[in-house]
């Protein structure tokens, strides 16, 4: 009887791994039910490879995520293969589950995640490693790599996150580190060799594996450490284990896949619009920012490839919305052309067109006309610090006389509102770099007076701060430098607020900032080492997962965790590294090197700005990538 | 020019909620492109109405919305049109030219068709709710019970808005109908076999006064529970109008 059942895919006979007790009973239940136009369809019977592609986040998070449904696209082009999704469950399917014993499943098929032979966990943010070992435990995969046996899924992880992985290092059997686009076809030819010939075991596997260019097996290498705590030594087990994992690049992004039928969501997605990267990496070089860094060099997408992937995805999608997506978008060479052509195609096909990280100038205030009410939208300007000093210690390239002009060009088009976003606690802060930041604010308020005649005037000109407390990351000229304590971080937001409050337009001006209690633990998890994941996995026992959502972060369960490990936060958040310290992150060769590092480490200290990419090349190393901004005509060295 | 679009919903789709569909509707739409009209300005948005929401869990035979279009097209066009464009579990029944006559779809909805069917293991059976319809509803003057909505909760009588409800037993044809329409059946346990008792219901529905059958139900059944957790399924047949002559016709 085979014949019939086995060209049928599960998802068309309407199997659910959730019964319709469950489903009607919780939240959102479309999050769990997969069969999404544009979901790929094939029969889990036909393949040797099975993957389970997961983000850890809620479904309408994990859906908004660009880089999953590239790498579903390009994974799914195999016959081998089956590349499947999974997202967390909300808090109120996670405790069904755990109380029934339901275990955690891929949406396609509907299977169960422990019948897969990987499963690839995106890490975005820090602040999601506790939702990975949820993921793990619903999916019934022992927590430790060390501790899976030869059925369990291969464990592996990729994003940004990995290139510092070792709080989490234990709980993963591999990390690709790069763009997965250069070498996920190797390792997954190398697993279907090794399976067909019957040499696949568990550790033969991974021991293969990480001789992939940007594979990292962390049961391959011994950390050790000093007396003072820091990194002593970090070395292969083995001599065939490379002692440098290098980061993987894809160079050649217009022949690289891209998902042109993107997958539909029928529950909201954070990002409800189609998205087209238009550019990987940034030319600015600003020292808190990882992603300036680490997506280096600056790589532009071919204009006409992008024109043919918008109608593509348009058609195929049926959205009514088209968001551009990169660090910098006006850095963008042929932004001009690409917007003349979205805008004719959009306004036909009545599809609105959105434009973030645009910088405000003459120009992008008229594209922003022509695409948005310029009486319902607001400018966005992000100086991050508030002080022209402290814009040269971070090396924001953004001048008041920028701030001032882009606002009142805006102004004069019809904008009346402004938001600023800045960070508080950047290296050295001052007080004076403090109250700066609310007189900005009220600078910009004045100058819509003093441009717009009373008369002429439609109310009041809204300006909102928002501030975020700064974080220091792997890789940038700023992973030697100290945070402050939660306390200190408050008065700093109280001196904003207050100097707000003083300020002449302070009726015009509204402030918002962010709690500090989730910074400091993303503080941790950024520059830690292997002891943290100890403190995860308590935190997890404890009850903590969905540490990114406010109302699920739990700051008591978390202290209770540190001290019954041991584990002290303030030495991973507090302290000044010496330039000299050994960082847990530093077997990654990320391209960009140690010395540039030190270098825009000591410049920031000194004031001093470094040019962007294309003004000039500061040596960061990444021209050794052989292709993007490194090799523009403007910029031979 | 407008236009009536029939539908129905069913297999895992019917998780899907009310405004989800909405926007589920819309993609489809562009995707097939059918040329609808749309509002002016910067966000312009299509011409669509639906006639009554479907509650999540619920599968409908009898789904309808409005459209608006710029041009005229082939009927059997659309539909083939838009059915090329749909997930599983929807399915597009018919496209139809309004006329002077027709109200909008949402006005003009006077009642509901519904066929409820028991999910296993609940204690619920044909010879309870046969004694219920002795008891509570053959002969009865008045049925009262709570009504609640999100703004207020006043005590109702059921009696003139439920113009229908008789028990039977399901025949081999609508056993397989719904069998296909909601193929996790068995594994739920939901009793759509033939023979198995199920429930007919036509109740006011609309702007007047719109009953839901869950609240019949509970009247019923006097259970206190949230439909969610009530021991049966909702299938939801057809949307009428009233006609000339004080019957009901369909959408």
């Known amino acids: ?637 | 020019m407008k236009a009536r679009i029939k539908f129905e919903k069913g297999g895992v789709l019917r998780y899907v909620g009310h405004l989800d569909m909405m926007r589920y509707f819309q993609k489809a739409i562009r995707r097939s492109g059918i040329p609808i009209s749309y509002s002016q300005g910067f966000h312009p948005h299509q011409h669509m109405s639906f006639a009554m929401p479907l509650g999540v869990g619920v599968s409908s035979e009898g789904e309808y919305m409005d459209i608006d279009l710029e041009e005229e097209i082939n009927p059997n066009k659309a539909v083939d049109d838009l059915n090329s464009h749909m997930a599983d579990g929807v399915r597009v029944i018919s496209f139809r030219y309004l006329t002077e006559e027709d109200g909008n779809a949402m006005s003009s909805v006077g009642a509901a068709s519904y066929f409820l069917y028991l999910k296993g293991g609940e204690g619920l059976d044909g010879d309870l709710l046969m004694s219920y319809k002795n008891e509570r509803f053959d002969g009865k003057d008045k049925m009262l019970i709570t009504k609640k909505t999100k703004k207020s909760e006043r005590e109702i009588d059921l009696k003139p808005f439920v113009y229908d409800f008789r028990l039977f037993e399901l025949d081999e044809d609508y056993s397989k109908k719904m069998q296909s329409l909601i193929p996790d059946y068995e594994t739920n346990d939901f009793r759509l076999n033939t023979g198995d008792m199920g429930i007919y219901l036509l109740l006011s529905a609309g702007s007047e006064e719109n009953i839901r059958p869950d609240l019949f139900m509970k009247y019923l059944t006097g259970r206190k529970e949230d439909w969610e957790y009530l021991p049966f399924g909702i299938h939801r047949i057809d949307l009428l109008k009233k006609d000339k002559d004080g019957g009901f016709v369909s959408l």
């Not at chain 1, 544009?38 to 859906?63: H, N, Q, S, T």
């Not at chain 1, 032979?117 to 975005?124: A, K, M, N, R």
């Not at chain 1, 042109?260 to 990496?281: C, F, H, N, S, W």
């Open chain 1, 1 to 637: 009887m085979g014949g019939y059942y086995k060209g049928a895919c599960s998802t068309m006979t309407g199997k659910l791994a959730l019964s319709d007790k469950v489903l009607m009973r919780v939240e959102k239940s479309a999050r769990y039910i997969g069969n999404e136009i544009g979901m790929i369809k094939k029969d889990p019977d036909d393949v040797l490879i099975r993957f389970a592609f997961c983000f850890p986040d809620v479904y309408e998070i994990g859906m908004s995520h660009l880089g999953i449904q590239i790498l579903y696209e390009m994974f799914n082009r195999r016959d081998d293969l089956y590349c499947e999704r999974v997202y967390s469950p909300w808090p109120d399917l996670h405790r069904i589950m755990k109380d029934e014993g339901i275990p955690l499943f891929a949406l396609e098929s509907q299977d169960p995640i422990s019948d897969f032979d990987f499963l690839g966990i995106t890490l975005q943010y820090e602040m999601c490693y506790t939702n990975v070992l949820q993921v793990l435990d619903l999916a019934r995969i022992p927590f430790h790599a060390t501790d899976r046996g030869e059925d369990d899924p291969i464990v592996c992880g990729g994003g940004p996150c990995t290139y510092n992985p070792e709080p989490i290092a234990d709980f993963f059997d591999f990390f690709f580190i790069g763009e997965g686009e250069t070498e996920y076809d190797h390792i997954f030819d190398l697993y279907g060799s090794m399976k067909r010939s019957g040499t696949y075991s568990r550790s033969a596997f991974l021991r293969e594996v990480s001789h992939i260019p940007g594979v990292y097996v962390p049961s391959l290498y011994e950390v050790s450490y000093n007396e003072d705590g820091t990194v002593s030594d970090f070395v292969p087990k083995f001599s065939d284990v490379p002692a440098t994992v290098v980061r993987q690049v894809e160079m050649d992004l217009d022949n690289s896949p891209y998902p042109e039928k993107p997958l539909v969501p029928y529950v909201q997605a954070t990002q409800d619009r189609v998205v087209l990267e238009i550019m990987r990496g940034c030319i600015r070089g600003c020292r808190f920012c990882q992603a300036g860094m680490l997506y280096r060099p600056t790589r532009q997408r071919n204009v006409e490839v992008l024109k043919k992937y918008a109608i593509s995805m348009l058609d195929a999608t049926g959205q009514d919305e088209i968001s551009l997506s990169s660090l910098s978008s006006s850095d963008y060479e042929a932004l001009p052309e690409l917007l003349d052509f979205l805008i004719d195609e959009c306004t036909k096909r009545k599809v609105n067109i959105s434009l973030p990280s645009l910088r405000i100038d003459a120009f992008s205030l008229d594209v922003m006309d022509k695409v948005a009410d310029v009486k319902k939208s607001s400018i966005t300007f992000a100086p991050e610090g508030g002080s022209q000093r402290m814009r040269d210690v971070i090396n924001k390239g953004l001048t008041v006389s920028d701030i001032l002009q882009g606002a009142t060009e805006a102004f004069k088009g019809g904008w009346t509102k402004v938001k600023l976003y800045f960070m508080l606690g950047l290296p050295g802060e001052r007080e004076e770099d403090m109250t700066a930041i609310p007189d900005l604010a009220d600078e910009i308020a004045m100058c819509y007076y003093d441009t717009i005649p009373k008369d002429q005037r439609n109310g009041r000109v809204r300006v909102t701060i928002s501030t975020s407390f700064f974080v220091p990351k792997p890789f940038t000229p700023f992973q030697w430098a100290p945070m402050e304590e939660a306390t200190e971080y408050k008065r700093r937001a109280h001196i904003v607020k207050d100097r707000m409050h003083s300020e002449h337009n302070a009726k015009s001006i509204s402030y918002q900032y962010h709690e500090p209690d989730v910074t400091l633990l993303e503080g941790v998890f950024a520059r830690g080492d292997r002891r943290i994941a100890a403190v995860i996995e308590k935190a997890y026992e404890k009850g903590c997962f969905f540490d990114a959502w406010t109302e699920f972060f739990h700051k008591d369960l978390w202290d209770q965790s540190f001290e019954e490990c041991g584990v002290d936060p303030d030495f991973y958040t507090m302290r000044e590294r010496p330039i000299e310290e050994k960082f847990p992150w530093d077997f990654i060769d990320c391209g960009i090197t140690r010395a540039f590092l030190e270098r825009e480490w000591k410049r920031s200290k000194e004031e001093v700005v470094t040019p962007n990419c294309r003004m000039g090349c500061s040596g960061c190393g990444i021209r050794k990538y052989g292709g993007g901004v490194c090799f523009e005509g403007k910029n031979k060295v």
